[in-house]
């Protein structure tokens, strides 16, 4: 699957992920027409009753990825935050775990969530990141997260170049892809295209430019990430406010049939 999933990564005629939060999302979004499935960190531990931002143990996480990769056929690329994990070491040891469960890809983020600045060091990024290549060997295509412009680092006149030196660190590293959320005006994706010698991931969701936009500035990968889980938990609530509220449940009129549902299971 890893190859079929590296095969998909075409600058100009990007892949198109619609990420997963669970074994029926998955399906959902495999039935849809999906060429492969992404998970969402978020979404994840959402449905886990766990916040965002490096709170899942990596057991439970490890555990739901295998479950998405079971009930899917197309290759599946897991966001496993920072790696679960304290040092390199313990990051190659989730990657090791993370082959076994069938995943073609992962998700690597520089973010330290907790930690003393909003970054790690580019320095310590490179060697979990150098971890992660050594456990997975060929088996996973490795994308590696830059969170500058999500955490809005640095000074924004030079985030760009400092995007671009970590990107590079961390395709020395070992890493196939670079994936820059936090960003869609298109100068500064097609900036970012140009100065990165990998395929690019970008974060998209509503108000972000359409996907044929992005494609012809060169992006080789867009995800929607946490945007369609916490839309379904949108229309959970907004379901539950009219029942209460009306006794009128028109909020569900557009969910998918029983029948269609259930099919996706037998």
Do not use: K
């Amino acid at each position: 699957m890893t190859e079929l999933f590296r095969s998909l990564h075409v600058p100009g005629h990007p892949l198109v992920l619609v990420n997963a939060w669970d074994a029926g999302s998955a399906r959902v979004v495999e039935a849809a027409g999906a060429t492969a499935v992404a998970t969402t960190s978020a979404g994840v531990a959402w449905s886990l009753g766990v916040r965002d931002g490096d709170a899942l143990d990596r057991d439970t996480a490890l555990a739901a990825v295998r479950r998405i990769v079971t009930a899917v056929g197309v290759p599946v690329s897991a966001d496993c935050e920072s790696g679960f994990a304290d040092d390199p070491a313990g990051v190659g040891e989730t990657i090791g775990l993370l082959v076994a469960t069938g995943a073609a890809g992962v998700n690597l983020e520089d973010a330290w969530h907790g930690g003393p600045t909003p970054l790690r060091e580019t320095a310590d990024q490179t060697a979990r990141l150098a971890a992660a290549r050594a456990a997975a060997g060929t088996e996973l295509f490795v994308n590696a997260r830059v969170d500058t412009y999500l955490r809005d680092v640095g000074d924004p006149e030079g985030r760009l170049a400092d995007t671009a030196a970590r990107a590079a660190a961390y395709l020395d590293a070992g890493a196939d892809g670079i994936f820059v959320p936090g960003v869609v005006d298109p100068a500064t994706v097609a900036s970012l295209v140009d100065a990165i010698d990998a395929p690019l991931n970008i974060l998209v969701g509503p108000g972000a430019p359409p996907v044929t936009e992005l494609a012809a500035l060169g992006v080789a990968r867009i995800s929607l990430g946490s945007s369609v889980a916490a839309a379904a938990y949108g229309l959970a609530r907004n379901a539950v406010r009219e029942v209460l509220a009306s006794g009128t449940y028109e909020s569900s009129a557009d969910a998918l049939p029983y029948g269609e549902l259930n099919g996706l299971f037998g």
